[in-house]
Nanobody, 121 residues
Framework: QVQLVESGGGLVQAGGSLRLSCTAS????????MGWFRQAPGKEREFVAA?????SFADSVKGRFTISRDNAKNTVILQMNSLKPEDTAVYYC?????????????????WGQGTQVTVSS
């Protein structure tokens, strides 16, 4: 089992930045595919970013978000810059016990509880 805990969410003005962290326990995740997804009120959960040997980003966040690992802390980081009101959502971290890059929510094995990100205009 992998337990994932997200942190770093909050309220920020449009154009600002937030840094989300996802810390894993139970297993070492450095060779896992790690993903970030988000869900806004009334909408389906959507892919944001993922990292395995390479990275992938949703078109809506390309050029603004980056994803990286801190293996010493068993953590994955989502750096979000130039935030927009439409980025407002609950952000979830997910893990897949595979080194092959995944981008579909149903393919991930473990999920965190989520952290709220609110971007004001």
């Amino acid at each position: 089992q992998v337990q994932l805990v997200e942190s770093g969410g909050g309220l920020v003005q449009a154009g600002g930045s937030l840094r989300l962290s996802c810390t894993a326990s139970g297993r070492i995740i450095r060779y896992y595919t790690m993903g970030w997804f988000r869900q806004a009120p009334g909408k389906e959960r959507e892919f944001v970013a993922a990292i395995a040997g390479s990275t992938s980003f949703a078109d809506s966040v390309k050029g603004r978000f980056t994803i990286s690992r801190d293996n010493a802390k068993n953590t994955v980081i989502l750096q979000m810059n130039s935030l927009k009101p439409e980025d407002t959502a609950v952000y979830y971290c997910a893990a897949k016990a595979s080194g092959i890059l995944r981008m579909t929510a149903g393919e991930f094995d473990w999920w965190g509880q989520g952290t709220q990100v609110t971007v004001s205009s």
